[in-house]
């Protein structure tokens, strides 16, 4: 337990007073004091970890102080699989985002296994039944519009021989029109003989 000072810091902060007290600007915002790296201090080292996803094998190195979201993060380029979709399990038990390697007891050259999240599997199933309905629906959209352009080009060509007639008959009012008469002969009845019959 950490004594606390009258001024409301610890007493390490209080055998630092007499060093300036540098910031650091987070990312999200935040002013924080920087962090002071001990030089005499052991640097984080290297792990390689030999990750298994179904018959795949794969070896990624990383800090041995990583998160294992953070190795999702670097298994996404090799799975394909996004890190909200992946489970590691280390030592039989599934791994959080926020556990850190070292922490858990993971060594170099350490098996951990990948598992595809089974409710991951089942949204893209139903997402991909649904880009499929919207694909068809598609489809029949495009036939049905195919169909009505060609449709409409008849109905165009139907219309200018309608206007094209309309023309005719307009043009064919204006002329005047032509009366034919004819005389007809009359022929006069034919002559009636008798004949004679003999027996």
Same mark, same amino acid.
């Given at each position: 337990?950490? *004594? ?57 190195? @990383? ?9 999702? *993060?670097?298994? &996404? ?28 007891? /993971?060594?170099? $050259? ?6 595809? %999240?089974? &409710? ?5 199933? @139903? ?28 109905? *165009?060509? @139907?219309? !200018?021989?309608?206007?094209?007639? %309309? /023309? ?6 204006? $002329?005047?029109?032509? #009366? #034919?008469?004819? !005389?007809?002969? /009359?022929?006069?009845?034919? &002559?009636?003989? *008798? ?5």
């Amino acid at each position: 337990m950490r *004594k606390t000072g009258s001024d409301g810091g610890s007493a390490a902060g209080e055998e630092e007073a007499g060093r300036e007290v540098e910031w650091e600007m987070r990312p999200g915002g935040m002013l924080v004091q920087k962090r002071r790296v001990d030089p005499g201090a052991a640097a984080a080292s290297e792990v390689r970890v030999r990750i298994s996803y179904g018959a795949a094998k794969y070896e990624v190195s @990383v800090s041995s102080l990583a998160t294992f979201g953070e190795v999702k *993060k670097l298994l &996404t380029a090799e799975t394909g699989l996004q890190p909200g979709e992946q489970r590691l399990m280390y030592r039989g038990k599934e791994r959080r985002d926020g556990e850190y390697l070292d922490l858990c007891g /993971v060594k170099n $050259l350490s098996k951990v296994v990948l598992v595809q %999240d089974p &409710t991951s599997l089942e949204r893209r199933y @139903v997402e991909m039944r649904r880009i499929a309905g919207i694909q068809s629906a598609q489809r029949a959209i495009s036939d049905v519009s195919f169909e009505v352009d060609k449709l409409a080009d008849q109905a *165009k060509r @139907v219309q !200018k021989c309608v206007e094209t007639l %309309d /023309v005719l008959k307009i043009s064919n009012a204006r $002329l005047n029109p032509v #009366v #034919v008469t004819t !005389k007809w002969e /009359v022929f006069d009845p034919p &002559t009636t003989t *008798k004949w004679e019959f003999f027996d």
